[in-house]
Structures are given as C-alpha cells and as structure tokens.
C-alpha cells in the first residue's frame, strides 16, 4: 500500500496476558504501523477484568508515536469510576474513545451506573466537552438483543445525539447490509461517518464462535466453503484473504470512511490484504 492510503484505516487490539503476549503484540503493532494507521484501539475487559491491561497498551502505543484509542464501557461501571479513568486518559494524552456498553461477562450480574452506551457518551460530553472524539457501536446486520431493526436504528441515533462523533460497524461479510445501513443513517439526518470494521478470516471455527457469539452473520456460500476445507488451514487461510480482500474492496469502491481491522493480535493477513488493496 502507498504511504498516503486514500482508505484511511485503523486497528483494534487486545490487552495481552502474559509478558510473552506483550511481546508478541509489539511486534505485531510494528508490522502494522508501515501501514500508518488513523489510530490503534484498545479493547476493555468489563468489571475490572481488563482494564489495567487496556491502558498499559494504551501508553504503549502513545510511547510508540501513534494515536490510541481506549474503549470504555457501562458495564459495571460508576459515574466516579469513568470520571477518574476519563481524568487519566487526558493526562495520558488519549485524544479517542470507543464507547460501547459491553458484553456482561458469565456470572457478573447486572450493576453500573450507565445503562446504555448513549447514557456514557452523553456522562463523557458532560464531564469533558469536545476533548474526546467519541467512536460508538454500530450493527448493519442489526444487534442480536434488538427488539427491532427499527429499534436498532434508533438506538444508534440517540448515541448519536448524545454526542458520538463517528461509528465502526461490527463485522459482517455481506456488503450490501453495511450500504443499505449507511442510507438509514443518513436518512435520518445523523451526519457521522460509519466505519466498517473488518474481521480476517484465518481460522473457520474461531469465526463461526465470534458470530454465533455477536449475531454476525456469515453468508451460507462462505460457511459452506470453509466447512468444505475441514482442517487445510491453508486453503481457509487463502480462501478468507480472498473474500475479505474483495469486501474491502466493494466497501473502498463504495466510498467507505475507512476500514478498521479486528487484529486479533496479528498482523500478517491485515498485511496481505492492505497489499493486495494497493
């Protein structure tokens, strides 16, 4: 890809567990910055599970020269808790947020302050003003929990309202679906850019888990294919660089913002992909 890409893109990360996994995860964020991300986000683990792992990664990155991006979300979270982590983040120099309101993780139970991720994005607006850009949750395929896809849309816009500066999509692999929300959006007056966010495929049964898990749906021809490949990871592995490359490059052609990658902790498919884009 040439040093100016005309899709500008961004990558998501994970906080690593172990100091071999920190390791591997600076290695990997080397390789992916000759691609000069827009920024590089941080995912949160809910209830405190994460999160000093989250801003380690958060400094890392800023240390490294490159805008970072910290997810916060509402799940067990408290008015004091956000406001004192949104205090940190400032003087850390974190310019981005992603706020989501969070999976609950298995036997945590309910709690928090903030109900939905609208109800954070309109506390940060308060607490901080403009100093945040705020990234919010979108779902062209519709969210699993939504009573509706109307209900969907218009959750999405009082997340909007409340302050959200621009959106990335949860993954999908049917363009049309990520084209016909962005219509809605529009229609609705909401005037932010919706970022796809793109999911490599390396691993069939790690992606049927994912989807099954988040309601993402992956298109009958591509689960058949990848079941048809039974354990030949070479042939997923090249089949999915195939499918993701052309998404990509429907979305591109499409007019998309840009294109933010769910790393997965590597860096190697990003690189063939953005390669073949080029």
């Known amino acids: 890809m040439s040093d100016t890409p005309r899709t500008p893109l961004s990558f998501e990360f994970f906080p690593p567990k172990t100091p071999e996994g920190v390791e591997k995860l600076r290695l990997v964020r080397q390789k992916l910055y000759a691609l000069k991300p827009e920024f590089c986000s941080v995912t949160f683990g809910a209830g405190g599970s994460t999160q000093e792992g989250t801003f380690t990664a958060v ?11 910290s997810h916060l979300s509402c799940i067990g979270a408290t008015r004091a808790t956000v406001a004192a982590q949104l205090t940190m983040l400032k003087a850390m120099g974190v310019k981005r947020l992603v706020t989501l309101r969070g999976d609950l993780p298995s036997g945590y139970g309910t709690g928090g302050e903030f109900h939905y991720a609208s109800d954070l994005v309109s506390f940060i607006r308060a607490e901080t003003g403009d100093y945040f850009h705020i990234e919010v949750a979108a779902y062209p395929e519709v969210h699993p929990q939504a ?3 109307a209900s969907d849309l218009q959750a999405f816009a009082t997340k ?3 302050g959200a500066n621009s959106a990335i999509t949860q993954y999908f692999y049917n363009a049309d679906a990520y084209f016909r929300f962005v219509e809605e959006v529009d229609a609705l007056g909401l005037n932010v850019p919706v970022v796809p966010g793109i999911m490599p ?13 988040c309601g993402a749906e992956i298109p009958r021809w591509i689960r058949l294919r990848l079941q048809s490949f039974g354990d030949d990871t070479q042939s997923i592995k090249a089949f999915g660089l195939d499918v993701v490359t052309d998404l990509c490059e429907q979305l591109r052609a499409g007019d998309a913002p840009g294109l933010h ?4 902790n590597q860096s190697a ?3 063939e992909i953005c390669k073949r884009l080029a």
């Open 269 to 271: 498919t990003i690189l």
């Open 201 to 213: 495929i390396t691993s069939s049964m790690q992606l049927m888990r994912f989807s099954d898990a």
């Open 147 to 149: 009573k509706s896809p």
């Open 59 to 69: 400094r890392d990155i800023l240390a490294e020269g490159q805008s970072a991006a």
């Open 160 to 162: 909007v309202r409340a």
């Open 261 to 264: 990658f769910y790393s997965m």
